[in-house]
C-alpha cells in the first residue's frame, strides 16, 4: 500500500512540473517581435531647415514692381524745355546666386520690362505719349548674409548694372521717331530669406538702380536726358541647390 501510494504521488509531481513546462517558454526561445523593414518608414518632405552654405546655389522666382523715380529730367531742342516721366511696372523676374562662403554671395539678376515714356512741357502740355521702350537690366551684386544658418537671414548688397534698351518705339502723334541710349550705373539692395521647410526659401528684397538715359527724338532734332534712377522692389520664393 505504502509502495502504491509513493508511485502515484510520484507520477502526480512529474505531470504538473510537464504542464509548467509547457507554459513557459524560455524567452531565448519566444519568436522574435515582427517589425516593418525600414524602407517602409519614409518622410514625404524634409522640413528641417537647411540655410546658407559656401559652394551651394540659389535660384529665386520673384514678381518685382519697378518704379522709375525721373530723380531729374530736361528736354532740350523744344521751346519752353520741360521735363519726362516713365511709366511703373510689374514684371517677373529671376536671380541666381552663389554663395562664396556661408556669407558672401554673388547674384545675377534678369528680368526684363516694358515702359511708356511722356513729355511734360508748355509746348505739348502734361503727359504727353513720346512712345515706348523695352528695357532689359542685367545686375550683378556681391551680397553679406547676415545669420546665414538661421531660418532669418537678411542681407545686403552692392552692384553695377547695365541696361540695354531694345524694341523702341516712337508714339506716331508728332513724335516719328524715338532712341534711347544704353547705359551703366551702380546698384544697392537690401533683403531677407526665410528657411520655411528644408531647402524652400521667402523672399523680400529692394534694390536701388542709378541710371540715367538720354532719349533722342525725331533724328536727334529734340533731345530727353532722365535719371530714370528705378526703385524695384520684389517678393518671391528660393530654392538652394
Known amino acids: 500500500m505504502k509502495k502504491l501510494l509513493f508511485a502515484t504521488t510520484l507520477l502526480t509531481a512529474m505531470a ?4 509548467a513546462s509547457a507554459q513557459t517558454t524560455p524567452a ?19 522640413d528641417a531647415p537647411v540655410g546658407k552654405a559656401a ?7 520673384r514678381v518685382i514692381g519697378v518704379i522709375p523715380l525721373n530723380s531729374s529730367s530736361s528736354i532740350s531742342g523744344l521751346p519752353g524745355g520741360g521735363t ?4 511703373n511696372q510689374v514684371a517677373p523676374e529671376v536671380d541666381f546666386s552663389y554663395f562664396l562662403t556661408d556669407n558672401i554671395a554673388l547674384e545675377l539678376i534678369a528680368a526684363t520690362t516694358k515702359h511708356d515714356l511722356y513729355a511734360n512741357s508748355p509746348v505739348l502740355g502734361n503727359n504727353y505719349h513720346v512712345g515706348s521702350t523695352w528695357v532689359l537690366p542685367p545686375t550683378l551684386l556681391a551680397q553679406y548674409h547676415f545669420m ?5 537671414s537678411p542681407y545686403v548688397g552692392a552692384g553695377l548694372n547695365v541696361t540695354f534698351f ?8 508728332a513724335v516719328k521717331q524715338l532712341a534711347m541710349s544704353n547705359n551703366v550705373g551702380a546698384a544697392v539692395q537690401a533683403g531677407f530669406d526665410y528657411n520655411f ?3 524652400w526659401f521667402t523672399n523680400f528684397d529692394v534694390k536701388q538702380i542709378f541710371l540715367n538715359t538720354t ?3 525725331d533724328g536727334g532734332a529734340i533731345h530727353a536726358h532722365d535719371a530714370l534712377n528705378p526703385l524695384v522692389v520684389g517678393a518671391g520664393v528660393g530654392y538652394r541647390f
Open 16 to 19: 504538473a512540473s510537464g504542464m
Open 28 to 46: 531565448a526561445a519566444q519568436p522574435a517581435p515582427v517589425t516593418a523593414p525600414a524602407d517602409l518608414t519614409f518622410a514625404l518632405t524634409d
Open 55 to 61: 559652394g551651394t546655389f540659389m535660384i529665386r522666382g
Open 84 to 87: 519726362v516721366s516713365t511709366s
Open 148 to 152: 546665414p544658418h538661421e531660418r532669418f
Open 166 to 173: 531694345y524694341a523702341t518705339s516712337a508714339a506716331g502723334n
Open 197 to 199: 521647410s528644408g531647402h
Open 215 to 217: 532719349a533722342s527724338i
